[in-house]
């Protein structure tokens, strides 16, 4: 299950690259894609970004398929959505079904959205799978934004992986005990899985503000300035 972005980040051809031009850019394509209705364009960008992270940073296919998963799984379910109870207009399907259908203007609606978040999540994964953290976060310190939102960044970074080695420890050890040999036996293991995972959270989240406080924390966590070649 382990897919290492931090990792990722650090390990390949644009790691090094000046931090801010990468910012910029994402940034500007992402909100470019957001504002304009354009189908062409939601198509180019994703295709623009796919190639720089697979062909100039040289990630691979694999890594970038697995960050895109998730995101995409959601962005299809809500689509789906949108193109059966949204839009007016002529009917192109009709399921009979409590007159759900789809009409051509939802058809329109549930592409485009489809197709703008597959070119922002490509923005995003261009900028999280090619850039360290501590970059990340210098660069917004310069750019002035609040210490708060920095701090808050850096500190659900860290519990996003406890939060999954938690996970993927609890899973591997169910799975060592059959616990996903049936429906009725993976129904329970899942229950278990995320109830516990619930209380290992809490309890991460107590050892972590006692490490906070035993530092003297006082709503400022210090920020590595990474010393990186200008390219």
């Known amino acids: 299950m382990k897919f290492d972005i931090d ?4 390990n390949n051809k644009l790691s090094d690259f000046n931090v801010y031009v990468k910012v910029i850019v994402s940034i500007v394509l992402m909100v470019t894609t957001l504002i304009l209705n354009n189908l062409t364009l939601d198509v180019i960008v994703f295709a623009l970004m796919s190639i720089l ?3 100039v940073a040289r990630i691979s296919i694999k890594s970038y398929v697995k960050f895109l998963t998730i995101p995409i799984i959601f ?3 809500t689509c789906i959505f949108l193109i059966f109870f949204f839009g007016t207009g002529e009917v192109i399907f009709d399921t009979g079904i409590w007159g759900i259908g789809v009409t051509r203007s939802s058809l329109d609606l549930g592409i485009t959205t489809f197709c703008r978040c597959f070119a922002c999540f490509s ?8 850039t360290p953290i501590a970059d990340l976060l210098q660069c917004l310190h310069l750019l002035k934004v609040p210490v708060i939102f920095i701090d808050i960044a850096l500190l659900m970074y860290n519990a996003i992986f406890i939060f999954l080695d938690q996970l993927d420890t609890m899973r591997n050890a169910q799975e060592t005990r059959l616990g996903y040999v049936g429906s009725k036996s993976t129904y329970k293991s899942l229950g278990m899985l995320f109830s516990n995972l619930f209380f290992r959270s809490l309890d991460k989240s107590e050892t972590l503000q006692c490490s906070l406080d035993s530092r003297c924390y006082q709503g400022y966590l210090p920020v590595y300035k990474p010393k990186r070649s200008n390219k």
């Open 53 to 55: 992270v697979l062909c």
């Open 75 to 77: 962005a299809v379910v």
């Open 123 to 130: 923005c995003l994964g261009f900028l999280t799978l090619t």
């Open 7 to 10: 990792y990722i980040a650090h």
